[in-house]
């Protein structure tokens, strides 16, 4: 029995070691298991924290890029309205000088024709003139020839 109470005794032995290195295996693994939980915690930790932050960060920029896009819009609004006005302006600026253009072309030929009417009238003044001056000159020579009749 001596032998069989000495086999029984290592065996507790040899379970008893087991025991404490399954123990102490559980044990370290259950201090990795509480280390990669603790790791997993603080990554979902940061991985929230840098969502949030992404989060924030991109509404900022949304933000900032409707404002920007606000102002261009108005600016752009603006510049169409100056630059409108410009060619508004500048068209009433040319119906103004066509409307001179018109008018001194309208007088031009007024006068053109004014003054062909003259050249006419100038003409038949003349011919009358000239008339009047070989009539005269007629009468003239008639006058003479009788003086000089009378004088005979």
């Known amino acids: 029995m001596t032998r069989k109470y000495q086999l029984a005794q290592d065996q507790l032995q040899q379970s008893k070691i087991a025991y404490q290195e399954i123990k102490s295996a559980f044990s370290k ?3 990795n298991i509480r280390a990669t939980s603790n790791q997993i915690q603080n990554i979902r ?3 929230s924290y840098v969502k949030d932050l992404y989060a924030k960060e991109i509404q900022n920029w949304k933000t900032y890029l409707a404002t ?3 102002t261009l819009q108005k600016e752009i609004q603006t510049t169409i309205d100056k630059y409108t006005k410009r060619i508004n302006n500048y068209r009433i600026e040319i119906e103004g000088y066509q409307q001179q253009i018109n008018e001194t072309n309208k ?3 007024d006068l053109q024709t004014k003054y062909q009417q003259l050249q006419i009238e100038s003409r038949e ?3 009358k003139t000239q008339n009047d001056l070989e009539a005269g ?3 003239i020579q008639i006058h003479q020839n009788e003086i ?3 004088h005979q």
Do not use: M
Request: charged content about 40%; proline content about 0%.
């Open 45 to 47: 930790r940061e991985n």
């Open 125 to 127: 003044s003349h011919t």
């Open 29 to 31: 693994c259950s201090l």
């Open 148 to 150: 000089s009749r009378l």
């Open 137 to 139: 000159q007629k009468e």
């Open 107 to 109: 007088s031009s030929r």
């Open 68 to 70: 920007v896009d606000k």
